[in-house]
């Protein structure tokens, strides 16, 4: 069954340090997404990108995180400076088409910021 | 008020007995319903998605929508200790900008 791949699955940072999370989604999958999950709560979109282009960004915290998708496959998620409020699952998931019918995710990377 | 709210237990119940897992929202123009389970340190896997009100099933599971109280359920008949993991209901609008909005989780137990 294809999957959505995300490294590193585990990252532990210090404050003030740069982070950066990579997506790899299913093959052929136009659609791809950041969510972040904070412990307890259910994930939130953080960027959605159709190919190469960002569709909605509005939830991303623009003056430390920055989100790229260049040749429309696969994803990078970079947070600088990193934040202890920062620490969370970051999600990674894509969708062929109708994204209404659900997608599918990544296994996550546990991001722990000290 | 939050746009999706779930209660996000724990739920503790028997094997064999039937689960009943809850959500309300809030804004009208949510259109598609879906439910996410979640083993600990993995990411949400899809269970059911509807876009209609009434009932949906696929196996143990039912997936009901009433669209007119805002409320939808997921009911897991004859319930195993493998069905213990988080349970996220998640909703859209369907627009370009369909991003899901979550639930906060309701952790589920199953005791053998």
């Known amino acids: 069954e294809a999957e959505v791949a995300q490294s590193p699955r585990y990252k532990i940072t210090e404050e003030s340090q740069a982070v950066a999370f990579w997506c790899d989604p299913i093959?052929?999958?136009?659609?791809l997404y950041w969510y972040r999950q904070i412990l307890g709560q259910g994930p939130e979109l953080l960027v959605q990108?159709?190919?190469?282009?960002?569709?909605?960004d509005s939830q991303l915290p623009k003056d430390r995180f920055s989100a790229e998708r260049l040749k429309g496959v696969d994803s990078t998620l970079k947070i600088q400076p990193a934040e202890l409020g920062d620490s969370a699952m970051y999600l990674c998931?894509?969708?062929?088409?109708?994204?209404?019918?659900?997608?599918?995710f990544g296994s996550g990377t546990r991001l722990t910021v000290v | 008020q939050k746009e999706v709210e779930q209660d996000p237990g724990p739920l503790s119940v028997p094997e064999g007995a039937i689960v009943s897992l809850n959500c309300t929202y809030s804004?009208?123009?949510?259109?598609?319903f879906m439910w996410y389970r979640q083993y600990s340190r993995k990411g949400p896997e899809l269970l059911m998605y509807?876009?209609?009100?009434g009932n949906k099933e696929d196996g143990r599971f039912t997936a009901q929508v009433d669209k007119s109280s805002k409320y939808i359920s997921l009911f897991i008949r004859d319930s195993q200790p493998s069905d213990s993991a988080t349970y996220l209901c998640?909703?859209?609008?369907?627009?370009?900008?369909?991003?899901?909005?979550f639930g906060k989780g309701t952790h589920l137990i199953i005791q053998p």
């Open positions: 998640a909703i859209n609008s369907g627009g370009g900008a369909d991003g899901l909005t």
């Open positions: 804004n009208s123009a949510f259109q598609y």
């Open positions: 998931a894509s969708s062929a088409g109708q994204a209404s019918l659900g997608y599918t």
């Open positions: 093959s052929g999958h136009a659609t």
């Open positions: 990108f159709q190919d190469e282009s960002v569709v909605d």
């Open positions: 509807t876009y209609s009100s």
